[in-house]
């Protein structure tokens, strides 16, 4: 069975305090792992796909890597309104739709 | 505003009774979808649709009732509405074929409680 799991559930940082989010997926022939944002309230925003181990890429402060196991998302420098839950996703049977972790909610603290 | 409309935004209802979130997408993208997502799950599949007149299941589809009549409108119906279906639902769309080279964008949301 397709998986895509996330840690931590919860990270709590400091304004300027880099770190990294984890997604690893147990998804047989890997065609693309997405990365979300959602803000309390909101639907989930569109950040990036990556599609091969060695691929990343960047966005402000945000970069996404992956592995041939795992992807990670770096922040670096956070700020406060980067504050949300990331949610990354794979797709799943039939390659037409995704996948979801339960998601990694990041505060800030200014 | 191009985009995926929801609607109701908010909806309170009781138990038994018949509930149906509206969608509306104005891309004319093939695919269209329904996710709810609950604490401690996660966003998890109820049902998408690949065009008009093509719908099918996902991970969560008992209780629920789908139809696709128009491209740009996907109604999702609680057909008798229990505990269990109080959630945040997200419908969905993303341009014909495969994921890879694609990607999913979501409305707001629809949030119901049942009562």
């Known amino acids: 069975e397709d998986q895509v799991t996330q840690s931590p559930e919860a990270l709590r940082l400091q304004e300027g305090e880099s770190s990294s989010l984890n997604c690893s997926y147990t998804?047989?022939?890997?065609?693309?792992l997405f990365w979300y944002r959602q803000d309390p309230g909101k639907g989930p925003e569109f950040l990036f796909t990556?599609?091969?181990a060695g691929e990343e890429k960047e966005k402000e402060r945000l970069k996404a890597t992956l592995t041939k196991k795992e992807s990670f998302l770096h922040i670096t420098a956070p700020k406060p309104e980067d504050s949300a839950t990331y949610l990354c996703a794979a797709p799943g049977a039939g390659s037409y739709q995704l996948t979801f972790g339960k998601g990694t909610k990041l505060s800030v603290i200014p | 505003d191009a985009g995926i409309t929801q609607s109701p935004r908010y909806k309170i209802t009781e138990t038994g009774r018949q509930v149906t979130l509206m969608c509306h997408q104005t891309?004319?993208?093939?695919?269209m979808f329904w996710y709810r997502q609950d604490l401690g799950h996660g966003l998890r599949l109820i049902y998408y649709s690949a065009a008009a007149d093509i719908t099918d299941k996902g991970e969560v589809p008992d209780g629920y009732v789908v139809s696709r009549s128009k491209t740009e409108n996907f109604p999702l119906t609680l057909e008798s509405a229990t505990r269990s279906q109080t959630s945040v639902y997200f419908c969905a769309s993303k341009p014909g074929g495969p994921i890879s080279g694609n990607t999913i964008y979501f409305g707001e949301g629809s949030w119901l409680t049942v009562v």
């Open positions: 990556l599609y091969s």
């Open positions: 998804v047989s022939g890997l065609r693309g």
């Open positions: 891309w004319s993208h093939s695919y």
